[in-house]
């Protein structure tokens, strides 16, 4: 693995999480692909599209969703030429139904390099995390 592929798909993560924790819906979808696929442990089902997602997090504002902070320990980069598979414990703060929430949980994103050299993820996988 490449020191500079590992650093560029750190920055790309980095960026994420803190799009995420600023509640910076625009930007924070930037990171994704329109293809990028997303299996949450708080839904039903999958969500085949990152249309998909932006659907349900706009349902979730309606009911008065707002993402408070996040923060990402133990990351794990591994790299496989133009993908690479970042993990990591994640502990997020939210409001929702109206109750501030906290979660812990663990987090795989999939990066995939494009032409211009931009990692964008193209899969989330997300799973509750015993705490200790």
Do not use: K
């Not at 923060?71 to 414990?89: K, M, N, Q, Y």
């Amino acid at each position: 693995m490449s020191a500079q592929a590992e650093a560029e798909v750190r920055r790309a993560a980095q960026e994420l999480v803190a799009r995420f924790a600023a509640h910076d819906t625009e930007n924070y979808f930037a990171v994704f692909a329109p293809e990028a696929s997303f299996i949450f442990h708080t839904t039903p089902q999958p969500l085949p599209s990152c249309e998909a997602y932006r659907a349900l997090w706009r349902a979730w504002e309606a009911d008065g969703f707002r993402v408070l902070g996040c923060e990402s320990f133990e990351p794990d980069i591994r790299v496989h030429g133009d993908v690479a598979i970042f993990t990591h414990r994640v502990e997020t703060r939210l409001t929702a139904g109206g109750a501030e929430q906290a979660a812990l949980e663990r987090e795989t994103i999939v990066f995939r390099r494009g032409p211009d050299g931009r990692w964008l993820a193209i899969h989330e996988h997300l799973s509750p995390c015993a705490s200790g």
